[in-house]
């Protein structure tokens, strides 16, 4: 029997906002930059070789508005386009340096050539991947997905709904005018829900979205068939679960795919091993730090790391994919025969693990593409859209409050490291609010400086800022993020209700923070009808 089921692989392709054009040199775009080269293109070059080779599939991708807008930006582009060229340039110089040592040489090589593909493809692009991905999804082969607007943790905003509401809306409106269609799913950021959460979707338009396993299994009634078919809430939006047994093959630390002895090692990198002063030119911020071109194995628990073999990971990363599919073939086997319908396989995963952290895993995705088409039939590769579109009816539940977060709730965007933010949230919000009532329709300086007091608060509200306080990793960078953003709107605040707005000042704000640039603050406006949905405002102006 052909296509008993539906397994489909989510990719949650998310950064957030790092611009910093006040700076030549700022650490923490290099994870724009590291994402681009390591995870964004590879994944696209993926997806064009299965498309040269007759290949069908479907992978379910989100991006993300902050990522979206920072893969637009003519600063960031240039700049990672001089970061590439410098990885290129150290490239070139380890094959010399390691002309003596073969097995050296060999992984020199291979960076060489990856490089050189990851240069040629951004080139052939004039470094606009959106194009890129818009592309794939029109030939079909992959269903772009919309998120909120800068990733706000929306359980923890939802003391001011109009919040909330403005991160689903704004977010929606950045997909169409990124991607020139409707979304029909919709990425909740750290998949974070509470029940009110669901009539906002139905308002924005949205057709489905994901939540973790417990999210459905404590839903209200009890789901008949767990996480493999989705559900509806009470308004109308479809929820689909995550799978627990292909998420461990994957994420597991110590059961995953990724910990393979024979992947390579991401934390041994040539920029922490060789002489300062070869290795310098090629690190921003004069600091050591990672240059992506790494020589050795995970091997083990182990300082004695052997040398990373490319070709031999990739032959794994293929044994891994069948390994993977060979599961799904009986898992979908098992299911069809104790459901009365077509059951769908849900597999969310950050896409950054497929490249960035686990440098194989583009070739997993490619081969289990790959070995789906050619060896099995019990199983389709599609998305979640589509398989609400063979199968509209499905069981009403009120799902329950959950994320995908360390303990499944919301202790990682709330705790003793960063719980003194939320309060200052809310209270921002709480002024967008009254801003905008009091100004239903301003213009020239004041809302140009209105709009920029909805930017510094979506910038806040960024659900990266709490989780890298919680993570204890570039956690002083995170803390200043919040306090400039707050910093900035309040100084906004005060000048608009004074009517002393100054407007170099405002000029350079704008031009540092520049993210939505079609903005409108009246999405904050609590005395919107609701059958105006403010998603209108923001289209019409």
Known sequence: MKNQGTVA?????????VRHPESEAVLEELWLYEAITETYIPFLQMCEQLLAEGIEFRYTVSVTPTLAHMLDDALLRARYQRHLERLLELAEKEVVRTRWQPEYHAVACHYRRNLASIHQFWCRFGGDLLTAYRELQQRGVIE??????????????Q?????????????????????????????????????????????????????????????RPRPRYAVYSPVYSPEGV??????????????????????????????????FDLDWEYIAPYLPAGIRGFTGLKYHAITGKTADKKIYQPQAAIERAAVHAGHFMFNR????????????????????????????????????LYYLAKKAYYDQKIF?????????????????????????????????????????????????VRRMERLAAAHPDAQGLTRRALNQCARELLLAQSSDWAFI?????????????????????????????????????????????????????????PALPRQQPARQIIRTG
């Open 9 to 17: 692989i989510v990719l949650h392709s998310h950064l957030p906002y």
């Open 144 to 157: 772009i997905i919309a998120s909120a607007a800068t990733h706000g943790f929306l359980p923890l905003l």
């Open 159 to 219: 003391p001011n709904p109009q919040a909330v509401q403005a991160q689903i809306t704004i977010g929606v409106e950045a997909y169409r005018r990124t991607f020139g269609v409707e979304p029909r799913g919709f990425w909740l950021p750290e998949c974070g829900f509470y029940p009110e959460v669901s009539q906002y979707l139905a308002e924005a338009g949205l057709r489905y979205t994901f939540l973790d396993s417990h999210g459905i299994i404590h839903g």
């Open 238 to 271: 479809a929820f689909f679960g995550r799978d627990w047994e292909s998420s461990t093959q994957v994420w597991s630390a110590t059961e995953g795919y990724p910990g393979d002895p024979i992947y390579r090692d991401f934390y041994r990198d040539i920029g």
């Open 329 to 364: 073939e009986h898992q979908i086997r098992w299911l069809s025969t104790h459901m009365d319908r077509e059951p769908i396989v849900v597999a969310p995963y950050d896409a950054e693990l497929f490249g960035h952290w686990w440098y194989e895993g583009p070739w997993f």
């Open 380 to 428: 389709r590769l599609g998305t979640p859209g589509d398989y609400l579109g063979r199968h509209p009816t499905h069981q009403i539940l009120l799902p329950s409050p959950s994320s995908w977060g360390d303990g499944g709730y919301n202790r990682v965007w709330l705790n003793d490291s960063n719980e003194w933010i939320y309060r200052h949230l809310h209270q921002a």
């Open 469 to 525: 306080m919680t993570a204890g990793t570039m956690t002083e960078y995170a803390v200043r993020r919040v306090r400039e953003h707050l910093g900035i709107f309040t100084q906004l605040y005060h000048q608009i209700d004074t009517g002393q707005i100054d407007p170099a000042w405002l000029g350079e704000i704008e031009y540092r923070d520049n993210i939505f640039p079609w903005l409108d603050y009246r999405v904050y406006n």
